[in-house]
């Protein structure tokens, strides 16, 4: 069973390695890349799916600033694309806890809804050397 991971980024530089490491178990990850980008978030895609499984970056613009309609015209647009198993679609910032294997084992449908997630006071930096 295939698995492919959905996401747009636009200045994500510091979040997109711990992104392509928390999914890496997936077969493709599929990455909408906003060109109005200003960090080095292409450069870190670069650097850090060498090592992932195939990472296609997806560019776009939007014409006037964000539009969720145009987004989700995006993310349909790949979606619909993919032909068998299973798609997770999250933000960049967005680290759903579920393994190949819950999605393999269960043949369930998970969805994962975040909503003002605020990081607790105890919680430490993160490291990309550590699981997120």
């Known amino acids: 069973m295939k698995i492919e991971v959905i996401t747009m980024v636009y200045n994500e530089e510091f979040l997109i390695p711990f ?3 928390h999914y890496g178990f997936a077969d ?10 200003t960090d080095q978030t292409l450069n ?13 970056v997806h560019p776009f613009k939007f014409p006037d600033k964000l539009s969720n309609n145009i987004r989700l015209d995006l993310i349909h ?3 619909n694309q993919i032909v068998d198993g299973y798609v997770i679609v999250v933000d960049s910032d967005e680290f759903s806890f ?9 043949k369930e ?3 994962t809804k975040f909503w003002n997630v605020y990081r607790h006071k105890t919680e430490k930096d993160l490291d ?3 699981s997120v």
Do not use: A, G
């Open 19 to 21: 992104f392509l490491k």
């Open 28 to 37: 493709k990850i599929h990455i909408l890349l906003d060109t109005d980008t």
């Open 44 to 56: 870190k895609i670069s650097e850090f799916s060498k090592f992932k499984p195939t990472t296609i």
């Open 77 to 79: 647009s790949i979606y």
């Open 98 to 106: 579920v393994s190949k294997d819950d999605l393999i084992d269960n």
């Open 109 to 111: 449908i998970y969805f």
């Open 128 to 130: 990309i050397n550590l």
